[in-house]
Nanobody, 127 residues
Framework: EVQLVESGGGLVQAGGSLRLSCAAS????????IGWFRQAPGKEREGVSC????????YYADSAKGRFTISSDNAKNTVYLQMNSLKPEDTDVYYC????????????????????WGQGTQVTVSS
């Protein structure tokens, strides 16, 4: 059974940083693309960033470019999202998602929507 467990959310002041973790189990890590989405009540879900574990190719939404960095630790089957220069508008529940995607295909959020999802972790940025 594939499981994704997010951690690292919390309350931070504007300008601060957080690192989210997504620990994956029950899958062959190298065969997957894993990414981060965010959504608040009444808002559209946004694909923030993702990584194809097999080929290392990355995707960032415009809102994340220059501030967020996605990375993976293949030994720990974990994907991280380092978020710097946080803004109040980054306040959301952040979800980790994963789906099988061959190496060479890169990663785009829409390719993960039908895959596995974690429970989410709340990020709150105060002004």
């Amino acid at each position: 059974e594939v499981q994704l467990v997010e951690s690292g959310g919390g309350l931070v002041q504007a300008g601060g940083s957080l690192r989210l973790s997504c620990a994956a189990s029950g899958l062959t890590f190298d065969d997957y693309a894993i990414g981060w989405f965010r959504q608040a009540p009444g808002k559209e879900r946004e694909g923030v960033s993702c990584i194809n574990i097999g080929d290392g190719r990355l995707y960032y939404a415009d809102s994340a470019k220059g501030r967020f960095t996605i990375s993976s630790d293949n030994a720990k089957n974990t994907v991280y999202l380092q978020m710097n220069s946080l803004k109040p508008e980054d306040t959301d529940v952040y979800y980790c998602a994963a789906d099988m995607l061959p190496s060479g295909y890169g990663c785009y959020p829409h390719t993960l929507v039908a895959g596995y999802w974690g429970q989410g972790t709340q990020v709150t940025v105060s002004s």
